[in-house]
């Protein structure tokens, strides 16, 4: 039997490098960014960061740059994280983050 789909918001496909930063802490960790929407996203990564932790991601979209506040839900060593987003950490972030999914969006109907 298949599972429910218990997300909220339809998630996207995309193919970017994102910077996932511990909330109080100086290390940064890079990673691909391999769907988002606008309750989360998942983030390919060797090493991701436990469950649990809170955390900035930076990402950049259409030469504009952002953070949102998160904190990770998944943990899989070896292919990446789930982060769920909590808020945007600047005021442009969300504003990036709707743009982003937007153009995610239109390229998918396109594609239809």
Same mark, same amino acid.
């Given at each position: 039997?298949?599972? +429910?789909?218990? *997300?909220?918001?339809?998630? #996207?496909? %995309?193919?970017?490098?994102?910077? /996932? ?7 940064? #960790?890079?990673?691909?960014? +391999?769907?988002? %929407?606008?309750?989360? %996203? #998942? ?16 990402? *950049? ?11 990770? /839900? ?33 390229? /998918?109907?396109?594609?239809?």
């Amino acid at each position: 039997m298949p599972l +429910a789909e218990r *997300r909220k918001n339809p998630r #996207y496909p %995309c193919d970017l490098t994102v910077d /996932v930063q511990p909330t109080g802490e100086p290390d940064i #960790y890079r990673g691909q960014l +391999a769907d988002i %929407c606008l309750g989360g %996203c #998942y983030i390919t990564m060797l090493t991701p960061l436990p469950t649990g932790v809170s955390v900035l991601v930076h990402f *950049r979209a259409s030469e504009q740059e952002a953070a949102l506040t998160g904190k990770t /839900v998944t943990s899989l060593p070896g292919s990446g994280m789930g982060i769920e987003f909590t808020a945007a950490a600047d005021g442009e972030g969300s504003e990036l983050l709707r743009a982003l999914i937007e153009f995610l969006d239109s390229a /998918v109907a396109r594609e239809a």
